[in-house]
C-alpha cells in the first residue's frame, strides 16, 4: 500500500471520528448471531427494542390499535349499544368477542403494545440522556488534520501571528454562543446543543402522555345528572342517572362537593335567516365544598364548566320540564311534579311519559296504576303544527297528553326506562267517540278522564332542566404539559442544526500565517457553509489577509463544492 493511501484512509478515520458525536442515537454494533448465547440474544432483544424505528413503529400499532376503539361500541363507554351490536351481528359479534374489540383499551394486544412502547421510550431514553450529560460536560473534538476535506472550508493568509488569530477565533465564536477551546493549533466550537435537548424532551414527554393516558384511564369517573330548576345533587355514586368508571376507581376518590340548580336561561335569536339559533346557554347553580363547605353562587355555560378539585362540571343538554297534576276520582291529589321531557329536535319538541305508581284509585275505588305519554310543543304554530314545536323558547306552549291505566310493570323487578312506557298491561281512555283519548292543554287547562276518573293538569308554572356531565380524570394537566412539551421538543429537535468549527492558524516556511476554518452539521443544510462565511468575514477583518504583490486583498469564502471524507457526517 502506498503512503498516500496510507494517508487518505487516516483522513477518512479523522473526518469519521470529527462528525461521530452529533447525535447521541446508540451506535448499533455488529453481533454475530451464531453462538449468541441466552445473554446475547437478550442483549439483541434488547438492542432491537430500545431502537429508534421499533418505538416508531410501536407508536404506529398503538395509533392503528386505537382505531377499532373509534369505530366499534365499547363496553365501558356504552354497554347498550354494545349488547345492541351483538344482537344485530350474531357471526361477526363473537369474532369480535375472541378479539377484544368491545374493550379495546383494556385489551391484551393493546395493553401488550403499550407496555413495550414505555419500556422502549425508556431504554431509548436513558442511555441518550446519559450520553448528552456526558457531551454537555466534555469539550468539542479536536481539529482534524485535513481541513480542506470537510464539507464547508475556506482558507486565507495573514500576518498576523498564529497566537492572535487563534484568540480571535476564540472570542468570535464565544460570543456567537459557540462552545469553544482552543486544542493545540486550532480552535475547537460547537453549537446547537438544543436540538438533541429537543430531542430528549420530546421523548419523554412521550412518556408523559403514556402515563398520563393511563392514569385518566385507570381512575377516571364519568357520570351524567339530569336536574330540574331546584333539584340538587351531592356528588356520590346513587345521585348519578349514569356512570362509568375506570377499573382501579374506587367510589370514595370522588371528589367530595354538592350543588343545586337554581335557575336555566336560554335564550334564542327571535328574527333574521337565524332565527332559533340558540345565543346564550347557562345554569346558575350554588355549591360547596366538603360537607360543611360555605356556599357559592357560580354561573356554569358551555364549556365553560365548574372545576372543583379536579372535577369538572360541565353544562351539555337543556329542555322543559312542565308541571303536571294528577288527580283521583275523588278529587284527592296523587301525583304533583315537573316532569323533565327529552328533546327530539333543535326545537326543543320533547316527550316523556308520566308514571303515577302509588295512590292513585278510580271513580269505583279501585287502585290502579296511570301512565300518561306526554308530548310537548313550547311553541305551538297552530292548526297543521301539531307533530312539531315552532320555536324553541316558550312563545305558545303546548301539551298534548295520551293517558293509560292498569299495571305500569314496574313490581316486575325489570328496569326499564323512565322516558318509556310500557302499554303491555295497560288500556287507553276512550274519548267520547271510542277513539284513543288524546289531549292539547295550555298552561293552566285540565283533562278530565271519562268515568269521572280524575283529572290530568298541566299547571302554568313550566320548568327548565338542565344536563351534567360530571367529570374527573387524574393526569388531564399532565398530559397537556407532556403534548405542549413535546410540540416544543420536536420543533426544537427539526428546526436547530447542530453544527462544529474549526479554526486553525500556523505559521508557514514563509512566514505568513496560514488560516484555515471549516464547519461540519449533522445533517445536510446550507446554514453551515453560509454561517461558516459569515464567521471567516468577522475572522478575516480582525486578521485580515496578506496581500500578494500587485493585489488587493479580498475576504475569504467558504468552499461548497468539497466532497465531504467517507464516514463524515453532512
Not at 473526518?15 to 440474544?41: C, D, F, K, M, Y
Not at 416508531?56 to 377499532?68: D, F, Q, R
Amino acid at each position: 500500500m502506498s503512503k498516500t493511501d496510507t494517508g487518505t484512509g487516516r483522513d477518512r478515520k479523522e473526518l469519521s471520528a470529527a462528525g461521530s458525536r452529533l447525535s447521541t442515537a446508540p451506535q448499533e454494533e455488529a453481533v454475530s448471531l451464531p453462538g449468541l448465547g441466552v445473554i446475547g440474544w437478550a442483549r439483541w432483544f434488547w438492542r432491537q427494542l430500545t431502537s429508534m424505528r421499533v418505538a416508531l413503529l410501536l407508536l404506529l400499532l398503538l395509533s392503528l390499535g386505537a382505531i377499532p376503539g373509534s369505530l366499534i361500541p365499547q363496553t365501558g363507554a356504552d354497554a347498550t349499544k354494545v349488547e345492541d351490536f351483538r344482537a344485530a351481528h350474531k357471526t361477526l359479534a363473537p369474532v369480535y368477542d375472541k378479539l377484544g374489540l368491545f374493550h379495546v383499551y383494556s385489551s391484551v394486544w393493546f395493553s401488550a403494545i403499550y407496555i413495550l412502547l414505555f419500556v422502549s421510550l425508556i431504554g431509548c431514553i436513558i442511555p441518550r440522556t446519559w450520553q448528552f450529560v456526558g457531551q454537555l460536560r466534555g469539550r468539542p473534538p479536536g481539529a482534524p488534520k485535513r481541513l480542506d476535506r470537510l464539507p464547508a472550508y475556506t482558507t486565507w493568509t495573514t500576518t498576523a501571528d498564529p497566537e492572535q488569530v487563534r484568540a480571535a477565533a476564540l472570542g468570535l465564536l464565544k460570543k456567537r454562543r459557540f462552545r469553544a477551546h482552543a486544542a493545540g493549533d486550532a480552535v475547537a466550537a460547537e453549537k446547537g446543543y438544543l436540538r438533541e435537548l429537543g430531542n430528549l424532551v420530546f421523548h419523554i414527554a412521550l412518556i408523559v402522555l403514556l402515563i398520563a393516558f393511563a392514569s385518566g384511564q385507570l381512575f377516571k369517573s364519568d357520570g351524567t345528572k339530569l336536574m330540574v330548576e331546584g333539584d340538587g345533587f351531592s356528588n356520590a355514586l346513587p345521585m348519578y342517572d349514569d356512570f362509568k368508571s375506570g377499573s382501579l376507581f374506587e367510589p370514595d376518590d370522588l371528589v367530595p362537593y354538592s350543588f343545586d340548580l337554581e335557575d336555566f336561561k336560554g335564550t334564542y335569536e327571535l328574527t333574521g335567516p337565524n332565527r332559533g339559533t340558540p345565543r346564550t346557554f347557562q345554569a346558575k347553580i350554588r355549591y360547596s365544598e366538603g360537607a360543611y363547605g360555605k356556599e357559592t353562587e357560580t354561573t356554569v355555560k358551555v364549556n365553560e364548566p365548574l372545576e372543583i378539585d379536579g372535577s369538572k362540571v360541565y353544562l351539555v343538554s337543556h329542555g322543559y320540564a312542565p308541571v303536571i297534576t294528577v288527580r283521583d276520582g275523588k278529587g284527592k291529589v296523587v301525583y304533583r311534579d315537573a316532569v323533565p321531557l327529552l328533546p327530539l329536535d333543535g326545537n326543543v319538541t320533547s316527550q316523556g311519559v308520566v308514571k303515577v305508581m302509588d295512590g292513585y284509585r278510580d271513580a269505583k275505588g279501585k287502585k290502579e296504576q296511570l301512565g300518561i305519554k306526554a308530548f310537548f310543543l313550547p311553541t305551538y304554530g297552530g292548526a297543521g303544527m301539531e307533530i312539531a314545536s315552532a320555536f324553541p323558547a316558550l312563545l305558545n306552549p303546548v301539551l298534548n297528553l295520551e293517558p293509560y291505566h292498569g299495571d305500569l310493570g314496574v313490581d316486575s323487578g325489570l328496569p326499564q326506562s323512565v322516558y318509556q312506557l310500557d302499554k303491555t298491561h295497560m288500556k287507553d281512555y276512550k274519548d267520547a267517540k271510542g277513539a284513543q283519548l288524546r289531549v292539547n292543554l295550555k298552561p293552566g287547562e285540565s283533562m278530565k278522564l271519562p268515568n269521572g276518573a280524575g283529572t290530568v293538569t298541566f299547571e302554568k308554572d313550566v320548568k327548565e332542566w338542565a344536563g351534567f356531565q360530571i367529570v374527573q380524570e387524574p393526569g388531564g394537566g399532565w398530559a397537556l404539559g407532556g403534548a405542549v412539551a413535546a410540540i416544543f421538543g420536536l420543533a426544537g429537535s427539526l428546526f436547530i442544526q447542530r453544527r462544529r468549527v474549526w479554526v486553525r492558524a500556523v505559521r508557514g516556511d514563509d512566514g505568513v500565517t496560514v488560516v484555515e476554518m471549516a464547519g461540519l452539521g449533522r445533517s445536510e443544510s446550507a446554514k453551515v457553509p453560509e454561517e461558516l462565511g459569515e464567521l471567516a468575514g468577522q475572522l478575516y477583518d480582525r486578521a485580515p489577509g496578506a496581500p500578494d504583490p500587485g493585489d488587493e486583498p479580498s475576504a475569504p469564502t467558504p468552499d461548497r463544492h468539497v466532497v465531504p471524507a467517507e464516514g463524515a457526517e453532512k
